[in-house]
């Protein structure tokens, strides 16, 4: 059964930092992009930070580029959002998510076979 289960998330105030931590469990996804998500109160989940399998490409959100940098150890199955800079549009449920058979990420949620339950993010001002 494969699991993603995400960790890191709290309570932090604005400028502070944050390392959210994705893991996979039930297979391996060390050959395929991973990506993380993210889903406000009332809005629509969207996109944050995706990367490839060798973790030579990533992609951002303009509203994070500069400020997030995503990561991954497929040593350990592991996919890292480092996020700095915090503000409190950054408040959401961030979600881990992978692809299934792509080397590469995606902006689109609809590319992605496997999600994590997702783990809360809060930034005071």
């Known amino acids: 059964q494969v699991q993603l289960v995400e960790s890191g998330g709290g309570l932090v105030q604005a400028g502070g930092s944050l390392t959210l931590s994705c893991a996979a469990s039930g297979r391996t996804f060390s050959n395929e992009g991973m990506g993380w998500f993210r889903q406000a109160p009332g809005a629509e989940r969207e996109f944050v930070a995706a990367?490839?399998?060798?973790?030579?490409?990533?992609i951002y959100a303009d509203s994070v580029k500069g400020r997030f940098t995503i990561s991954r150890d497929n040593a350990k199955n592991t996919v890292y959002l480092q996020m700095n800079s915090l503000k409190p549009e950054d408040t959401a449920v961030y979600y881990c998510?992978?692809?299934?058979?792509?080397?590469?990420?995606?902006?689109?949620?609809?590319?992605?076979?496997?999600w994590g339950q997702g783990t809360q993010v809060t930034v005071s001002s």
């Open positions: 998510a992978a692809r299934f058979g792509y080397y590469s990420g995606s902006y689109y949620l609809a590319d992605y076979d496997y």
């Open positions: 990367i490839s399998w060798s973790g030579a490409h990533t």
